[in-house]
């Protein structure tokens, strides 16, 4: 299988503060990455896609200035939150496709919880 | 709505008992996937279907498509304690657009 790494899995940080998220995928190239939030006992809401060497494509609602997202390669995608607040707190995810598997088939990775205080 | 419909919102069951949940969606699709989450953490792959299949089994699981329909089940059979957890449909359309499903919240009763 193609396996999706997020680093951290876990981060706590201040209220003002950025944080950086990042995504892998460890086996494979990723032809586009996407990021997700999800909020307590709510499904996963589609946040941005973002493509290898282009800028990422944002949902409706969702502040490109406030979610930074690089792709930088076929397998590094980065979230930043800036300027967290504490609304900002949430289970973020990220997801890649691969470069040889079919359209639409999607890798997870395991998530990473933000609590900003 | 970006979701995609699940239903129902929850289930509680006992152990030994099978479960149903059901995934609806609107448009053309390539493929379709089942999730699972524990509360707090990532999400765990179950099966995906393609969209010229009708039916997928993985152990105790089984899932079926209607693309007629646009709908999709997933049916947990003898399940177990373990089993408690939510889970979510996605479906991917040939565009590379994946939507979830507003998820269902199953509870298995030991």
């Known amino acids: 299988g193609a396996v999706v790494s997020q680093h951290p899995s876990r981060v706590i940080c201040k209220s003002g503060t950025s944080v950086k998220i990042e995504c892998r995928s460890l086996d494979f190239q990723a032809t586009t990455m996407f990021w997700y939030r999800q909020f307590p006992k709510k499904s996963l809401m589609l946040m941005a896609t973002?493509?290898?060497?282009?800028?990422?494509?944002?949902e409706q609602g969702v502040e490109k200035d406030k979610f930074l997202i690089n792709h930088a390669s076929l397998t590094l995608s980065t979230l930043t939150v800036t300027s967290a607040h504490p609304e900002d707190s949430s289970f973020y995810i990220c997801?890649?496709?691969?470069?040889?598997?079919?359209?639409?088939?999607?890798?997870f990775g395991p998530g990473t919880r933000l609590t900003v205080t | 709505s970006q979701q995609g419909e699940e239903d129902p919102q929850a289930l509680s069951i006992q152990e030994g008992e099978n479960a149903t949940m059901n995934c609806s969606y609107k448009t053309s699709i390539n493929n379709l996937q089942w999730y699972r989450q524990n509360s707090g953490r990532g999400l765990v792959h179950l099966i995906l279907i393609r969209s010229n299949e009708r039916e997928k089994h993985s152990g105790r699981l089984r899932v079926t498509l209607d693309t007629s329909k646009k709908s999709s089940s997933l049916l947990i059979t003898a399940s177990r304690a373990a089993d408690t957890a939510s889970y979510f449909c996605v479906y991917n359309t040939n565009a590379g657009k994946s939507t979830f499903g507003d998820g269902t919240t199953l509870t298995v009763k030991p």
């Open positions: 997801s890649a496709t691969a470069r040889d598997r079919g359209p639409g088939e999607q890798y």
């Open positions: 973002s493509n290898e060497g282009s800028k990422a494509t944002y």
